[in-house]
């Protein structure tokens, strides 16, 4: 069975906090990982492509751990404007079949 | 933003009449697919299709049909819409079948309700 699983959270940090997201997955063949963002009520928007060495972009950085089958997401200095849900999205990569999203971990920055 | 629309974008219904949604896209991408997000749930593929033509179920595919005559038109169809199938429907294209690093972008969503 293909799972993705993160905690839906919510994390309510204060504005310039750091946070941390994990995400795990059931398949070890995994090929491809991605983090989505979804604001309220707005179609999930891609953040960043997660690869095997990490990688950053601004304030935010993606790790895989591969061995122990988890993706984590780095938020520093946190915004309000960061506010919204998470999506950890894996590729599992089995013929066409397409990617497989977990259900999200809400973040809220506080003032 | 990738060139994705989706009509209507909000409908309400009653149960066991037909709904047909239709996502169109500018980008010419060849992979097409058609989610439901639902509270509890994350997203969920309903139907794809890899080309005009060809088409292929996904997770919850029951009680939907999907028809793509043109590249840029995916069409999802509830047949007879029960009200389990009210939900936040979201389409979404890919240039590649999400091999590699490539991505889906989806489009607006539409809220269906069906009572």
């Known amino acids: 069975r293909k799972e993705v699983e993160q905690d839906p959270g919510p994390f309510n940090v204060p504005e310039g906090a750091t946070v941390a997201f994990n995400c795990t997955y059931s398949n070890s063949a995994s090929q491809s990982f991605f983090w989505y963002r979804q604001d309220c009520r707005k179609e999930p928007k891609l953040l960043m492509s997660v690869y095997s060495s990490g990688n950053e972009d601004g304030r935010f950085t993606a790790q895989l751990n591969r061995a122990s089958q988890y993706i984590s997401l780095l938020i520093r200095d946190s915004k309000l404007s960061d506010s919204a849900t998470y999506l950890c999205?894996?590729?599992?990569?089995?013929?066409?079949?397409?990617?497989?999203f977990g259900k999200g971990t809400r973040l809220s920055v506080i003032a | 933003d990738a060139g994705i629309t989706q009509s209507p974008r909000h409908k309400v219904t009653e149960t066991g009449t037909p709904v047909t949604l239709r996502c169109h896209q500018t980008?010419?991408?060849?992979?097409m697919y058609w989610y439901r997000q639902d509270p509890g749930h994350g997203l969920r593929l309903i139907h794809y299709s890899y080309g005009v033509k060809d088409t292929d179920k996904g997770e919850v595919s029951d009680g939907y049909s999907v028809s793509r005559s043109k590249t840029e038109d995916f069409l999802l169809t509830l047949e007879s819409a029960t009200s389990s199938q009210t939900s936040v429907y979201f389409c979404?294209?890919?240039?590649?079948?999400?091999?590699?690093?490539?991505?889906?972008?989806f489009g607006p969503g539409t809220r269906l309700t069906v009572l």
């Open positions: 980008e010419n991408h060849r992979y």
């Open positions: 979404a294209i890919s240039e590649s079948p999400s091999g590699g690093y490539d991505t889906q972008y």
């Open positions: 999205v894996v590729n599992f990569r089995v013929g066409n079949t397409p990617l497989v």
